[in-house]
């Protein structure tokens, strides 16, 4: 039978008496768990944030028509060579069109299948920009400004103009803010490009565009499909690209398969395209955890310290209160609500100073090219982080506590009074 | 005459560092109201008797009876609660928590016996003191109390819970004569007055003379009553 109001009593009057080392115990864990809110709140922001660059302007199936060898050459096929060792040399890629046969019934199909957020086309084509005399090689997309925005994340990249301006003006221009840049152009002024036939088009810049990859912004430009076809002289049923998004992305790999069977392209989900991306996330994630591990177990440590110089300490005390009719288990209890005591206020301190760090990196300015949109270091606040960091603390802290507390339990009253 | 605590054939054994038998068929009782005095020579058991009456050692052979009840063998939980219900203690050092008021001190034992309110412990420990001549010191840390003063602080809290016997392991053994006097006489007073038992082990002749028996120890027997 444990009575808790004087085993609390008497653990917090005997943590009141030595305040300085409770302090210092209790400092360890707030460290430790301020130390984890802290580094998973900003690794997770910064992780959500590389992902968001990479992942949310990534399609989650890319499918095209790729040019390559046909995987059997005719010599396979023969009967009569069935059985022999064939080599082919040189070996040529399979002539065929760039562009995916049937595209619109394509996009319509995947447009209705429910796990689809949206399948959209996209024109990819090689021209080169004019400046007086000089051309300079350059790709051009054609998009559907709008759908773009809406499933990729497009509006994030256009560092001036919107994709709306792009949708209404027939022969607009995004260009890529390297190219503006080379050829000292911004909104409003009028860029010459050249297909590869060699046919000249004037465009009207409307906007800019930057991706942060500088190598891309000095090549790269959007314009409207309907521009591009008629830039290049094609029907309108002439689609290079459809860059799907799904509503989960784990459901890409299965889909983009059955989408390369039934049609007969070639369909890349974003895993296996940026396998490094995740294999990055987690190995972060492991290290954060590491580190906030090895910090809780120091700061256990801490606790383990206190409380076994407290029982030390306090030997008389046990004694007497098990000669007063205390059993084992209260005296055991007394120290456990010690180290509870300790983990519960330390780890509160580290959950408030988490938030307050958190905040404080939160206004930070964070100012990078590759970043258009983002101003400040990125946290990402989330309870949960919370709950598992008090929980930590809690149970660090009752495992420190429960070694002393046995011994306490332990300690035989009859040899401490009479050792006197 | 009602018996309060009876030992019946107690053997000790010290098993470290060589086999010694320390308590040799020990025998005795005593009554209600009783003020009885162990005493020997240093070695011969006494304490080691007490530790064994008191139900905080359990290694002994023999039987325990407390107010007729067999309490050997009880399981320690059970012998927690007698301890904390009928037996009051009393050491030779004083053995206060001096992190906590004298009030509080006493109200121990009586909280974690929980049977009455906090209130009603508080009310109960003020009468204790009072009746030790001690209750202006209640509210004082128990660090920063006199020696003599201490010891009767623990005969407060030894009695806070209306035990049926109380045990001393030489309670007078670190005071001067004026305060171990002074003890005696508290002692003696509950003893006639409120009928206690009492069960003091000391060295001190003159203490012993004065108490209603002696019992007389020598290597591990009781050689007077």
Known sequence: MANWTVIIDIAKKQLLTKFKSTAIAALGVTFGIGAYITLVSFMTGLNNMLDDLILNQTPHIHIYNEIEPSKKQPVDIYDAFKNSFNVVHSIKPKLSQKKIHNASPIIHFLNKNKDVKGAIPQIKTQIFYIAGSIEIAGNLTGIQPIDEARLFNFRDYIIAGSPEKLKNTENGILLGSGIAKKMALSVGDRVQISTIKGDLFPLKIVGLYQSGVSDIDAIQSFVNIKTVQRILGEAENYITDINVKLYDIEKAISLSKKTEQQFNVTAIDIKTANAQFETGTSVRNMITYAVSIALLIVAGFGVYNILSMLIYEKMNDIAILKAIGFSGNDVQYIFMSQALIIGVIGGALGLLIGLIFTNIISTIPFKTEALAKVDTYPIDFNVWYYVIGFSFAIISTFFAGYLPSLKAKKIDPVKIIRGQ | ?225
């Open chain 2, 1 to 225: 005459m009602e018996t309060v605590l009876e030992a019946k054939n107690i053997n000790k054994y010290f098993k470290k560092p060589v086999l010694f038998h320390v308590l040799k068929d020990i025998n005795f009782k005593i009554n209600k109201g009783e003020f009885v005095s162990i005493m020997g020579k240093s070695g011969c058991g006494k304490s080691t008797l007490l530790y064994i009456l008191s139900t905080m050692d359990t290694e002994y052979e023999g039987e325990l009876y407390l107010n007729n009840d067999l309490i050997t063998g009880d399981s320690r939980q059970k012998l927690t609660l007698i301890r904390n219900k009928h037996i009051g203690f009393v050491f030779q050092f004083h053995y206060l928590l001096s992190e906590f008021t004298v009030l509080e001190n006493v109200m121990l034992p009586a909280k974690k016996l929980g049977e009455k309110s906090v209130k009603e412990i508080e009310k109960d420990a003020l009468e204790k003191l009072r009746i030790l001549n001690i209750e202006h010191l209640a509210h004082k840390r128990a660090s920063q109390v006199s020696g003599g003063e201490k010891q009767r602080v623990a005969i407060a809290r030894a009695l806070i819970n209306n035990p049926l016997i109380i045990m001393g392991d030489e309670p007078t053994g670190n005071l001067d004569s004026h305060n171990a006097d002074n003890v005696f006489n508290i002692f003696k007073k509950l003893s006639v007055e409120e009928n206690l038992s009492l069960l003091i082990v000391t060295h001190d002749e003159d203490f012993a003379n004065r108490t209603d028996r002696i019992i007389t120890m020598e290597d591990g027997r009781i050689i007077h009553e």
